[in-house]
């Protein structure tokens, strides 16, 4: 028996699930459970939307719609189509689906393929508004008007529980807007940000220093957190100066849209990420601690420097061209951020200069950074073996599909 969820799962990097359950509280959100990949979680729509737009370390928020048990794939194409799809979307618009697996088991005889689970759900929607409306909607895999998700667990009762929900956010929130200019594997906007809440650092306390700063992105994402700046201040301008331009998919979902009151609170969200945006930029000469990046790289220097621009922080952050074994902090304490090359395909004699290198970073640590801290990112867990220092802590979180470790050092 289906039934009408007022719950919404927030995604998030693998490892930052903890970190994010406490974010939303801090939203508002309430009966917060974190699973592996996001946190589940109940919210006036109100909070839900400020989680759009104020999350740092979500990738998307999905608003649960129905849940039913099946036993097989043509149950679960029938339980479709018995969903009434024209309270959810319009004939007219264009529509998405992404079908994903939660907890299954690994020998199984139904559900192999999430393609083809996908295929079923689009011809149960299909065929729903063939059979009520004599024409049928649209798949658009770019920009659609609605998108969905279908989560598919273990059941209970029946071998297999099918939960959709809406897509409420379009791109992905990790998109924040500024990086026009990518680096080789960056790392993700909402890792970084989920990176520097692991390892507590406090702009308030400590300088941050990124030895090799690729696109920029822990430099930008650590400069928001030090203005009070929302991660979408730069989607938010954007819908200020033209409302129509709509960049969250809820902004296409009737149940929202005639919703005056509701509607009212988003502009309030929107008008006070605007007023604290403008206050955030006014702060940066009075602010005492200093945010700075360096990177060997002309095309990283590049890359980051034009990336900083768009995110009109270039009068607040640095960036230098210095080999990381030799820059040395400044007069304030700091945490120093790295993210050296992982060495996924290295040629004959590469393996020796990523020891070195990583090596180097060690043993630069210990003799100059006495009273510092630093946290090396990496992919590549035989490096950390190499860099010589005892850890102070470790933590696992994914870069993409990437199984990384966080290792925290504090030198005395």
Known sequence: MKKYRFEYF??????????????LMGLGAQRIEAIRGGVQFEAFHEVALKAILMSRLASRIFKFLYQFEVNNEKDYYLEATDIKW?????????????????????????????????LKLKDAIVDYFRHHEGERPSVAKDFPDVAFLARIDRGREKPYVVTIMYDLCGDPLNQ?????????????????????????????TEDLIDGMCG?????????????????????????????????????????????EFLMENFKNILNEISQKTAEGFKKIPSLKGK????????YAYDSSTENIRKAKLESFISVSQIDARV?????????????????????????????ALYKGLGDHWKHNYKGHRA??????????????????????????????????????
């Not at 927030?10 to 974010?23: D, F, K, M, Q």
């Not at 618009?93 to 690994?106: K, M, N, Q, V």
């Not at 945010?291 to 002309?298: K, Q």
């Open 215 to 259: 696109s920029g992105t822990f430099l930008i994402e650590g400069a928001l957190m030090a203005l009070g700046i929302a991660p979408s201040y730069l989607k938010v301008e954007r819908h200020l100066k033209n409302p129509d331009y709509k960049q969250w998919t809820f902004l296409n979902y009737p149940w929202l849209t005639k919703d």
């Open 291 to 298: 945010i700075s990046g360096n990177d060997l790289s002309d």
């Open 375 to 412: 946290a090396l990112f990496t992919g590549n867990l035989e490096m950390l073996k190499v860099v010589g220092l005892k850890t102070t802590k470790r933590h696992i979180i994914f870069n993409g599909d990437i199984e990384c470790r966080v290792a925290e050092y504090s030198m005395y």
């Open 327 to 355: 820059l040395n902090p400044g007069q304030n304490k700091c945490l120093f951020i790295c993210n050296p090359p992982y060495g996924e395909r290295l040629e004959h004699g590469e393996e020796e200069k990523l020891k």
């Open 176 to 204: 924040r807007g500024y990086r026009i200019a990518k680096t080789e594997a960056p790392v993700k906007e909402n890792v970084a940000a989920g990176i520097l809440k692991l390892v507590k650092w406090d702009p308030q």
């Open 10 to 23: 927030a995604s998030c990097p693998t490892g930052l699930e903890e970190l994010l359950g406490e974010e």
């Open 86 to 118: 024209k309270s959810l979307m319009d004939v007219t618009h264009t529509f998405r689906l992404t079908t994903i697996f939660g907890d299954l088991p690994s020998e199984r005889e139904e559900f192999r393929n999430s393609q083809f689970a996908n």
